[in-house]
């Protein structure tokens, strides 16, 4: 026998112990392997994400950026300088959207109301808080994409970005849908809205001053004490001052926001009705 031989059949036992990357054997467990790989799970991980949102909003976006873009507050992106990518865009288109819709339905619903009757509807149901709680309602909460700046900032944040989110899924399903899509998603969560009892709507800066001058008191002063947080999310302390009276101070993300609410907590402290803080 050749001396060569025992090398050529340990040689060849090794060959089928280890097969080639090229054994059609091979290939399926290959195939397995990446099927269940960590960016596989991730891509499954995040359709099921989009599709959770989707039920929740009722509507299946075309373009899954759109929807993505919705949720991205500008303090999750990378660049201050692409703040296109952010919803703030979608905002804008939302929120003249949001109003066409609402003054359409508005229209239909109180065929009585005049222009008065029917601006005063309409500011109340498109206004931020009432965005915000259809946001709420609607579970999208979690969902939105906060960047360390925002993160930082907690539930005050997050409360002030809900409006705008649910304005930029508005705009997002307008240009993904179109008005007819945009419009069910308002019809689905402003109907029920808009038919309760109208709460108060009077501006409570008009009753502190009505109240003031009916007292022989001048007309309250409004002083900016304090002024903190981002540029692109500030938090404004206002002072309300009228002789004889404590200062009532309140906080907002505008001086207009915060004036109303300064105005709001000395109509309360003082048993002044007919003011509202909302708006």
């Not at 709420?136 to 907690?154: F, H, P, R, T």
């Not at 009077?202 to 502190?208: A, F, G, I």
């Amino acid at each position: 026998m050749n001396d060569d031989t025992p090398d050529i059949q340990t040689a060849e036992l090794a060959g089928l112990a280890s097969p080639t990357p090229d054994d059609p054997k091979v290939a399926p467990a290959r195939k397995k392997r990446a099927r269940s790989s960590p960016t596989s799970g991730s891509k499954v991980a995040n359709k099921a994400a989009n599709a959770a949102i989707e039920a929740r909003i009722g509507h299946s976006f075309a373009d899954f950026g759109l929807l993505a873009t919705a949720f991205t507050h500008v303090s999750a992106l990378k660049s201050a300088r692409k703040r296109g990518d952010s919803y703030q865009r979608l905002e804008f288109l939302g929120d003249h959207v949001l109003g066409l819709i609402v003054s359409d339905m508005l229209y239909r619903a109180f065929p009585n109301a005049d222009e008065g009757e029917l601006s005063k509807r309409l500011a109340d149901l498109v206004r931020k808080e009432s965005c915000a709680d259809v946001a709420k309602s609607l579970g999208l909460l979690d969902d939105i994409k906060l960047g360390a700046v925002g993160a930082g900032a907690g539930a005050r944040l997050r409360k002030s970005v809900l409006g705008d989110v649910c304005e930029a899924v508005i705009g997002a399903i307008f240009l993904d849908g179109g008005y007819t899509a945009a419009a069910g998603f308002v019809e689905r969560n402003w109907t029920e809205r808009m038919h309760k009892p109208r709460r108060p709507l009077r501006d409570p800066k008009t009753v502190l001053q009505e109240w003031a001058q009916g007292k022989g008191l001048p007309t309250p002063v409004y002083r900016e004490v304090e002024r903190t947080g981002p540029h692109h999310d500030p938090q404004f302390r206002v002072a309300v001052d009228l002789p004889g009276l404590e200062p009532a101070e309140g906080v907002g993300g505008s001086k207009r926001a915060a004036e109303k609410f300064a105005a709001s907590v000395m109509i309360a402290r003082e048993g002044v009705s007919g003011g509202s803080n909302d708006g």
